[in-house]
């Protein structure tokens, strides 16, 4: 029997065939995608949600450029026809194939492949399978939409979202947490069969939200929640914009939001931030905190000056440590994620049932001072997580049994006064890292560049919101 990762190895390998084509890494996955659904509704027993004359079957009897002439009409009109979800997946589809053989060669690759194997292993496993391989290539660049599912899965085992709570991903990319969230229910209860019939429908129905920014990549989501029998509010548009509003309160959310300035410059334009700001990552900060209900708990990944920023940083981080109990931060290693000197952290807290004075110790988890830099060489596993999941605790909240380790320890425990003392900077680290003393392991000239592309966006955020002050300003006077 052929095994999910054969399959994903098969169907990555057919990119090569489109080189002629000029297609792009990405550009093959959203064609792949197209494809793929019309093969996995009929394998799956779902072409009824496709209008008859418009399926796998009707694409296969044909050749040639009769082939191609139609499939770009079947894009079309499953941009315009079928079920809500399949009109979803194929709206603005539009194909970037232009020799009719590389497109039967595609056809005929995808027909001829281990169905069987396919269905017993899991779709939906097999498409994230193919969503991480396109993710690891560096050249395809999709990187910034894929969080490492191991993260992702100490993430959700250490939120433990439960049945029957609104979970959401206001960042969603190809939908990673929710797939995983989802999973880690569905093995809590027996896929949704402890359930009764109202609380399993919720699960497949309500019980997961998302919005994404970009069309290709919002599309991949609906596909990857499609195959996991997931069929929430999936939603294509800007949370950092009154579109966020449509986002509903949720109990946990679990996100990766993108980094750097919003694009085009100025603050987002949601007039119910207190704090506005370019800087993407405290703009996502205050949406979920904001959107969370009383108890509500979240997981969020941001770099590090999210920790250390000046002026509107430090009022955001103080207007999260008084509405929520930021009881953990989990500092990562480098180069887990697409650009390699890129640092980051996992901040975990529950909102309060009162919007003040909430937080009154943070505990710290370094992951990162004399762990390796990880990549292609050396890749991130669940295994690198356990230490850190077993000092987290099995609270969600964060227990009464933890123990601070010590300087000698990566898990320390800092009071809300010894933070206020630092003037709410969170950028702390003890350990003494026996890497830097080392003139081999001096940093790679790429996380070089990376921390400076980070830096001049801190500046040019900071900027715009001087900008704005100054000429607020200049308008009271001439007043």
Wanted: with cysteine; hydrophobic share 40%; proline share 4%.
């Amino acid at each position: 029997m052929t095994d999910t990762r054969e399959i994903v190895q098969k169907l990555w390998g057919l990119c090569h065939v489109l080189r002629d084509d000029g297609i792009t890494y990405h550009q093959y996955v959203t064609e792949l995608t197209y494809l793929l659904f019309l093969k996995m509704a009929r394998e799956t027993g779902r072409e009824e949600q496709l209008p008859e004359g418009y399926r796998w079957e009707d694409l296969t009897r044909l050749k040639g450029v009769g082939q191609l002439h139609f499939y770009r009409e079947l894009l079309v009109r499953l941009g315009a026809h079928g079920s809500a979800r399949v009109q979803s997946i194929y709206t603005g589809a539009s194909t970037a194939l232009r020799e009719p053989r590389n497109l039967s060669k595609l056809v005929s690759s995808i027909d001829e492949l281990d169905w069987y194997s396919a269905r017993q292993e899991g779709l939906g496993d097999l498409y994230e399978g193919l969503l991480e391989k396109n993710a690891t290539e560096q050249k395809s660049g999709a990187g910034q939409y894929f969080t490492p599912r191991p993260l992702i899965e100490s993430i959700v085992a250490c939120v433990q979202p439960r049945a029957g709570e609104v979970v959401q991903d206001p960042a969603a990319g190809t939908g990673g947490f929710l797939i995983t969230a989802d999973r880690y229910i569905k093995d809590a209860t027996d896929d949704l069969f402890t359930l009764d019939e109202k609380a399993a429908a919720f699960q497949r129905e309500q019980a997961f939200w998302a919005m994404e920014l970009v069309p290709d990549a919002q599309r991949l989501l609906l596909m990857n929640a499609l195959l996991h029998d997931i069929d929430g509010h999936l939603l294509l548009g800007d949370t950092l914009s009154e579109q966020g509003k449509a986002l509903q309160t949720a109990d946990v959310v679990l996100t990766n939001p993108p980094f750097g300035t919003k694009r085009g410059g100025g603050a987002p334009a949601r007039d119910d931030f207190t704090f506005p700001t370019g800087n993407k990552q405290l703009a996502f900060l205050q949406h979920i905190y904001r959107v969370l209900k009383p108890g509500g708990r979240a997981a969020v990944v941001l770099p590090d000056n999210v920790l250390f920023e000046e002026g509107v940083g430090t009022r955001i981080r103080a207007d999260l440590m008084d509405k929520c109990d930021l009881h953990t931060i989990l500092r990562l290693p480098t180069g887990i994620f697409y650009a390699q000197g890129v640092k980051t952290n996992v901040l975990f807290f529950r909102r309060g049932a009162t919007d003040a004075g909430n937080t009154r110790r943070v505990w710290i988890y370094d992951l990162r001072t004399n762990m390796p830099s990880f990549g292609k060489r050396t890749p991130l596993t669940r295994e690198h997580f356990a230490e850190f999941e077993a000092a987290f605790g099995a609270d969600p909240l964060g227990g009464a049994e933890r123990r601070d380790e010590g300087a000698e320890g990566r898990f320390r425990c800092f009071s809300r006064e010894e933070i206020a003392a630092r003037g709410d900077n969170l950028d702390i680290s003890w350990l003494r890292d026996e890497n830097a003393e080392r003139h081999e392991d001096l940093p790679e000239p790429d996380e070089i560049a990376a921390e400076i592309t980070l830096r001049l966006q801190e500046a040019l955020s900071e900027m715009e919101e001087l900008t704005a002050l100054l000429a607020g300003e200049r308008q009271f006077s001439s007043e």
